[in-house]
């Protein structure tokens, strides 16, 4: 008789556990190292394929895009040196401007101002100014007809010149009582001198807009005006001006009415070129300058 126990007559206690069984153990497999040189994402993709995974190829990086063109500019010379900076950032951020820019771009401002204090540069000032309260409520074809006419009374603008005019005269020319008041006052600010010219480079638009109000006759949109036709200041807003509303009702709200706040909200993106976008809103319009 074997002394040998069956399977069926052994202990429970008796029967090895799996847990206790040896694991046949190998040698590591070694580590994937990519060469010198390559690409690591190649050896990944290559291991995770070795066993037996599914792993997407890497996505090549896209093309880059190609520079868009640049627009050239058809500016004239003597423009202010902010200029064409001011055009491009314009064109950037508004799509009625980066129509009209270079539609019109050969009209851009011209400033009248060539320097300040005493001699020339007083004289055009004056002569920016008096032509804009010549040219005050009536039609840009009457003003230049009226100011021809006030012109031939004088051998030069200038206001020591037109304190020296009779009144009879300046009424023969055409220019109303309350023109010709205005004119003689603002040849006296002129001769007497109140106005603070040779600080203007240094004094902010609404400093010199004050300063300039202080004249008689001259309301603030003739001073905003001046900043830009004369000392062409780049930031300018003239809500007070008829064509600049119409301007952005018609290229921003299909010509239906605008409000000072309408337009005002739309401005806000032409910051800090406000003078520059005025002027191409004026262009759109045909508009003349009035000084």
Wanted: charged letters at 20%; hydrophobic letters at 45%.
């Amino acid at each position: 008789m074997s002394a040998v126990k069956h399977l069926d007559t052994m202990d429970f206690e008796q029967l090895p556990l799996v847990a206790d069984l040896p694991v046949p153990m190998g040698p590591a497999a070694p580590l994937p190292v990519a060469p010198l040189g390559s690409s690591g994402a190649v050896s990944l993709t290559e291991t995770a394929v070795s066993a037996g995974k599914t792993v997407a190829s890497p996505k090549a990086a896209p093309a880059p895009k190609a520079a868009a063109a640049k627009i050239n500019l058809a500016l004239p010379e003597g423009v202010p040196a902010y200029w064409e900076e001011a055009c491009r950032q314009l064109m950037r951020r508004d799509r009625v401007l980066k129509r009209l820019i270079p539609q019109l771009s050969s009209q851009a401002l011209l400033p009248s101002g060539s320097g300040f204090g005493q001699g020339q540069g007083q004289d055009q000032a004056f002569a920016t100014l008096a032509r804009s309260i010549v040219g005050q409520q009536i039609s840009a074809k009457s003003a230049k007809t009226l100011w021809n006419k006030f012109a031939k009374l004088l051998i030069e603008m200038q206001p020591e010149q037109v304190l020296k005019l009779k009144v009879d005269d300046m009424r023969g020319a055409g220019l109303s009582a309350r023109k010709v008041d205005y004119l003689v006052d603002l040849a006296l600010h002129f001769t007497e001198n109140r106005l603070r010219m040779d600080e203007w480079p240094e004094m902010g638009d609404d400093e010199i807009i004050a300063e300039l109000m202080s004249i008689r006759g001259l309301s603030r949109w003739t001073a905003e005006n001046f900043l830009i036709y004369y000392l062409a200041r780049p930031n300018v807003l003239a809500l007070d001006d008829a064509g600049l509303i119409q301007g952005i009702s018609l290229n921003y709200f299909s010509g239906d009415p605008v409000s000072r706040s309408d337009a005002r909200e739309v401005a806000e993106a032409w910051k800090p070129w406000c003078t520059v976008a005025t002027w191409y809103i004026w262009r759109s319009l045909e508009a003349q300058p009035v000084a």
